[in-house]
């Protein structure tokens, strides 16, 4: 079984705050409220616009229901002391019972669900866990047991998210919101489920205010990683995916050798073969060729990066499975080489290459 919240291990916070009152604003415009993560990746546009995506997600295929119990199983899987906090406090204040929280956490064939609602949190942890990425016959399962194709390739998405979210949170060691988890089962909390509903449709106008074109095929297929994307044409997030990834490559802060690199490595740790594919191609166009490309990944040693770019290989590797203690010991050692923009950026690649190959599962 994945970890209870108070048995993960957090270490002190491990990027600064940076104060950026207009962001925040327009945070808090979107989601209603703001958070803590928000001031920890505020210097990078696409990383932190990407987050607040993940944290205002929007089903329109799948049940919405099925958000919050993902995200909390999700994050539970992926020990994320940050997201597991929030998420169990959400629940609460949407009027589920102690009861009921705790056995989706520790018996979740006990808890008042249905069996698709039991298969999609099951997918939840495998997703999440990817030992090995769920095969096609997950995903066919799924469908047999109600759900539409469009669904759960949304379901998908949303655990990709969740997975990219979670790192953001562990390789930061963001700080729990002991505000809201404190709140959540008091007073304000009882206030918050009253108006709940109502908060809910506010944000969810309020996000659909920032553009979230549905992308086909074609305009996905031209973004790196683009294949991957594919199987959510039609799907709000996709076009978030897509200009996360564009905007991850184009940002300067650390090479597009190295990001290419870092994408390659997840990979083949996950043993992605379309994932390792694109970062083949996405880095001959970088000029490392296949002779090179493959010498790095089996050894995650790239003399043609420098000191601090070259040791990201080895602790990218690292974040694909963790124990958030040492992985949180060897982000703070890794960052330590890297001025600071450059150490968040590698954050933002390292959690977004972790969510793009779990997705990638689509084209099994």
């Not at 808090?28 to 803590?36: N, T, Y």
């Not at 009027?95 to 979740?108: A, H, P, T, V």
């Not at 709140?183 to 109502?198: H, Y």
Request: proline share 6%; hydrophobic share 45%.
């Amino acid at each position: 079984m994945a970890m209870l919240l108070n048995d993960i291990a957090w270490d002190e916070q491990i990027v600064p705050a940076v104060p950026d009152p207009a962001w925040e604003a327009e945070a808090r415009r979107r989601r209603g409220m703001s958070a803590v993560g928000d001031r920890l990746v505020a210097p990078l546009p696409w990383l932190r616009e990407f987050c607040l995506y993940a944290t205002t997600f929007q089903a329109t295929a799948m049940p919405v229901r099925l958000i919050n119990f993902g995200a909390m199983v999700t994050s539970q899987e992926n020990a994320c002391r940050y997201c597991y906090g929030v998420q169990r406090a959400f629940l609460k204040i949407l009027g589920y019972s102690e009861d009921f929280i705790d056995k989706l956490e520790r018996e979740m064939h006990l808890a008042e669900l249905d069996d698709a609602e039991r298969a999609f949190l099951r997918f939840c942890r495998s997703l999440a866990r990817s030992r090995p990425r769920p095969a096609r016959a997950e995903r066919d399962a799924l469908v047999a047991a109600g759900y539409s194709p469009l669904a759960v390739n949304e379901m998908a998405l949303m655990i990709a998210l969740f997975c990219f979210y979670n790192r953001i949170g562990v390789l930061t060691a963001c700080p729990p919101e002991k505000g809201i988890e404190g709140a959540a089962g008091g007073v304000l909390g009882r206030v918050l489920r009253l108006v709940s509903p109502l908060l809910r449709r506010v944000a969810a106008s309020r996000q659909r205010g920032v553009a979230t074109a549905d992308d086909d095929a074609a305009t996905l297929a031209q973004s790196p990683f683009g294949r991957i994307l594919v199987p959510l044409a039609g799907l709000p997030g996709a076009s978030h995916f897509r200009r996360a990834l564009e905007g991850a490559f184009a940002s300067p802060a650390l090479s597009r050798e190295v990001k290419g690199l870092m994408f390659a490595v997840v990979a083949r740790t996950l043993d992605c073969s379309h994932c390792e594919a694109e970062s083949r191609a996405l880095l001959d166009g970088f000029g490392i060729g296949a002779d090179e490309f493959e010498t790095i990944v089996a050894t995650l040693d790239a003399p043609r990066l420098g000191p601090g770019e070259a040791s990201l290989l080895s602790w990218v590797r690292d974040t694909v499975h963790y124990q958030t203690g040492p992985v949180q010991a060897h982000t703070r050692a890794v960052l330590a080489q890297l001025p600071p923009q450059a150490g968040l950026e590698a954050i933002g690649i390292a959690s977004l290459a972790n969510g793009t190959v779990r997705l990638a599962m689509l084209l099994e």
